[in-house]
C-alpha cells in the first residue's frame, strides 16, 4: 500500500491557523475511513478527526468548533484546518487510514496505515 505523506505543520502562535495536508496516493477514500491523530512527548496517541468512507465526520471534543476535516477525493489529499490554535495543540500530527465502509470511529485500532507525522507546535 502507497505511504501517507503529512506536510504542513510548524511553529504558529496562540490564536494562530495551520492547515495539514496528507497525501494518500493509491487511497480510494469511498473505500477508507480517514483520520488525524496526534501525539504529544509522554502521552498516548489520540483521534483528534476522522472521515468515513461515506463522508461522516467525527471531532474529538477538545476541537470541536475549532478544526476541520476534509478531502480532495480526486487529488487523494486529506486537510486538517486548524484554527484558534492553543498550546494544548502541540503536538505530532499524523494521518491514517482503515479499510472500513462504514465505520466512523476516532480509536487508532480501527486504523492499518500510518504516516510519518508532521509537528505542529504553538507559543504563546
Known amino acids: 500500500q502507497a505511504q501517507l505523506v503529512e506536510s504542513g505543520g510548524g511553529s504558529v502562535q496562540v490564536g494562530g491557523s495551520l492547515k495539514l495536508s496528507c497525501a494518500a496516493p493509491?487511497?480510494?477514500?469511498?473505500?477508507?475511513?480517514m483520520g488525524w491523530f496526534r501525539q504529544a512527548p509522554g502521552k498516548e496517541r489520540e483521534g483528534v478527526a476522522a472521515?468515513?468512507?461515506?463522508?461522516?465526520?467525527l471531532y474529538a471534543n477538545s476541537v470541536k468548533g475549532r478544526f476541520t476535516i476534509s478531502q480532495d477525493n480526486y487529488g487523494n489529499t486529506l486537510y486538517l484546518q486548524m484554527n484558534s490554535l492553543k498550546p494544548e495543540d502541540t503536538s505530532m500530527y499524523y494521518c491514517?487510514?482503515?479499510?472500513?465502509?462504514?465505520?466512523?470511529?476516532?480509536?487508532?485500532?480501527?486504523?492499518?496505515?500510518w504516516g510519518q507525522g508532521t509537528q505542529v507546535t504553538v507559543s504563546e
Open positions: 491514517a487510514a482503515g479499510q472500513w465502509n462504514e465505520i466512523l470511529q476516532l480509536s487508532k485500532s480501527y486504523y492499518s496505515h
Open positions: 493509491g487511497y480510494t477514500f469511498s473505500r477508507y475511513l
Open positions: 472521515i468515513s468512507a461515506k463522508g461522516k465526520i
